[in-house]
């Protein structure tokens, strides 16, 4: 993969969105978010080194390192809720885009 850092922008932000309409889209569904666990969710991307140009290329469009080496979008950017099945349902929107372009992008998550 070799994508300008504009190029992973515009692949973030179709990412965001897609996250966020989904997460929009959860809540509309299901309303009142109390019947629901609180929680974490977040989008990660495997097998990039962070001393990559692909690597210092996504820093620079926003996607930071984590300690376990994956770069990570959190679920907080799609849905700002506590609820964590809303959060996953975002998470797998913007992972779909992410797959699109041919990331490994995984979702993880956990109970707060």
Same mark, same amino acid.
């Given at each position: 993969? !070799?994508? *300008?850092?504009? %190029?992973?922008?515009? @692949?973030? $932000? %179709?990412?965001?969105? $897609?996250?966020? /309409?989904? #997460?929009?889209?959860?809540?509309?569904? !299901?309303?009142? *978010?109390?019947?629901?666990?609180?929680?974490? /969710? =977040? &989008?990660?991307? =495997?097998?990039?080194? #962070? !001393? *990559?140009?692909?690597?210092?290329?996504?820093? +620079?469009?926003?996607?930071?390192? !984590?300690?376990?080496? +994956?770069?990570?979008? =959190?679920?907080?950017?799609?849905? +700002? #809720?506590?609820? @964590? *099945? @809303?959060? %996953?349902? $975002?998470?797998?929107?913007?992972?779909? &885009?992410?797959?699109?372009?041919?990331?490994? /992008?995984? &979702?993880? +998550?956990?109970?707060?």
């Amino acid at each position: 993969m !070799n994508y *300008t850092v504009d %190029e992973l922008k515009t @692949i973030v $932000a %179709e990412a965001v969105a $897609a996250g966020q /309409a989904a #997460g929009a889209a959860a809540y509309q569904a !299901n309303g009142n *978010t109390d019947w629901d666990a609180c929680g974490f /969710a =977040w &989008v990660s991307l =495997w097998g990039i080194k #962070g !001393n *990559t140009r692909l690597g210092k290329a996504l820093r +620079s469009a926003g996607i930071d390192q !984590n300690y376990d080496r +994956s770069f990570q979008i =959190w679920g907080g950017r799609f849905y +700002s #809720g506590q609820s @964590i *099945t @809303i959060k %996953e349902q $975002a998470c797998r929107a913007a992972r779909d &885009v992410f797959k699109r372009y041919g990331f490994d /992008a995984t &979702v993880g +998550s956990r109970l707060d």
